[in-house]
């Protein structure tokens, strides 16, 4: 089934680290925000990192907490056929447009909640691969990686 990624980037002239993912899940989409389906541990690794419950927080919170720690957020596709939420089915990628993010924010570095990002990221912006650091997907299908190994890696990404 064809999906249009449906959410604007998150980001300021301060944001410093980009975080992609690859599309919003349904369960986000329903609820209007990046990483809202209730088992996906991206706002619980945040909270961890930094020591401030984001995970219960509302949008708005979210988009203020991504700001005021010089982040950015989008996702890598901007519209492909896919499966229910499933990264694994995505096909017929068209990327989204970075060249607005990265003229008007200083993005240092450009890290990715899971692999399938990377990966189309990688065949989209080949001249952007030194910038860009794969993490493991913060996803409730990604269980194997505890949430406190999970924030471990993204730590060490973020203030590395």
């Avoid at 065949?123 to 505890?146: G, V």
């Amino acid at each position: 089934m064809k999906k249009e990624h449906p959410f604007s980037p998150v980001y300021n002239a301060e944001s410093q680290l980009l975080i992609l993912g690859s599309l919003p899940s349904i369960a986000s989409v329903e609820r209007g925000f990046y990483y809202m389906h209730p088992q996906n541990r991206f706002w619980k690794v945040l909270s961890n990192i930094f020591n401030e419950d984001v995970y219960s927080k509302s949008i708005e919170d979210k988009r203020s907490f991504i700001l005021n720690h010089h982040l950015a957020l989008y996702d890598v596709v901007a519209s492909c056929d896919i499966e229910n939420s499933s990264d694994a089915s995505i096909e017929n990628v068209v990327c989204t447009e970075l060249k607005d993010i990265l003229k008007e924010a200083p993005i240092k570095k450009i890290l990715f909640n899971g692999n399938k990002a990377y990966t189309l990221f990688c065949k989209a912006y080949p001249n952007l691969i030194n910038m860009a650091i794969c993490l493991p997907s913060t996803s409730s299908a990604n269980a194997r990686i505890s949430l406190e190994e999970l924030t471990r890696i993204w730590e060490e990404a973020l203030r590395g």
